[in-house]
T-cell receptor, first 112, second 113 residues
Framework: ETGVTQSPTHLIKTRGQQVTLRCSSQ?????VSWYQQALGQGPQFIFQ???????GRGNFPPRFSGLQFPNYSSELNVNALELDDSALYLC???????????FGPGTRLTVL | QKEVEQDPGPLSVPEGAIVSLNCTYS??????FMWYRQYSRKGPELLMY????GNKEDGRFTAQVDKSSKYISLFIRDSQPSDSATYLC?????????????FGTGTRLQVTL
């Protein structure tokens, strides 16, 4: 059984740029949730995708957007990067919308 | 006020000690409670998962939920240096649709030899 994987591991961008982060869900899982974890803080819910549809969104602006593909992998896109977007971005997959979530290792984004 | 409050620590204990980690919350809709362990520069790893009030034990770990007090705890018996990590509590109303997890800030634990 393959766990949740994320790419890239690290990323450095400058303010105003756009970034795409990728997540492959655990085998058999059809739901992907994205979280932002700032340094010294707990993860904050960005949004969840279930069967390719957005299924719940946290308190993040529209410049945070996502996609889920037919194989249940997912992308997180962030436009017009700001310094405060520097964080660890975590992807979690689950079998269903309300099932236990299993996290990937995260992508560490630094915005200069 | 945050929905979930957790003492950030750091908490330093000697090997073999009993560790108590706690979270309080304000949203009475929370029904499912989780503890995750996060090693430095890694993703959170699920440790314990409990529903509503009560206790759950798994090896050296015991999770307790007191919904009347809006208080949850994780106890670690016979703590080991490998337990050194940040422990995150998380909870959700889990209405059967989107299960957004709300996390505490995490408590950093250091188990010393």
């Amino acid at each position: 059984e393959t766990g949740v994987t994320q790419s890239p591991t690290h990323l450095i961008k400058t303010r105003g740029q756009q970034v795409t982060l990728r997540c492959s869900s655990q085998s058999g899982h059809n739901t992907v949730s994205w979280y932002q974890q700032a340094l010294g803080q707990g993860p904050q819910f960005i949004f969840q995708y279930y069967r390719e549809e957005e299924n719940g969104r946290g308190n993040f602006p529209p410049r945070f957007s996502g996609l889920q593909f037919p194989n249940y992998s997912s992308e997180l896109n962030v436009n017009a990067l700001e310094l405060d977007d520097s964080a660890l971005y975590l992807c979690a997959s689950s079998f269903g919308q309300a099932d236990t979530q299993y996290f990937g290792p995260g992508t560490r984004l630094t915005v200069l | 006020q945050k929905e979930v409050e957790q003492d950030p620590g750091p908490l330093s204990v000697p090997e073999g000690a009993i560790v108590s980690l706690n979270c309080t919350y304000s949203n009475s809709a929370f029904q499912y409670f989780m503890w995750y362990r996060q090693y430095s520069r890694k993703g959170p790893e699920l440790l314990m998962y409990t529903y509503s009030s009560g206790n759950k034990e798994d090896g050296r770990f015991t999770a307790q939920v007191d919904k009347s007090s809006k208080y949850i705890s994780l106890f670690i018996r016979d703590s080991q240096p490998s337990d050194s990590a940040t422990y995150l509590c998380a909870m959700t109303p889990n209405t059967g649709t989107a299960s957004k997890l709300t996390f505490g800030t995490g408590t950093r634990l250091q188990v010393t030899l």
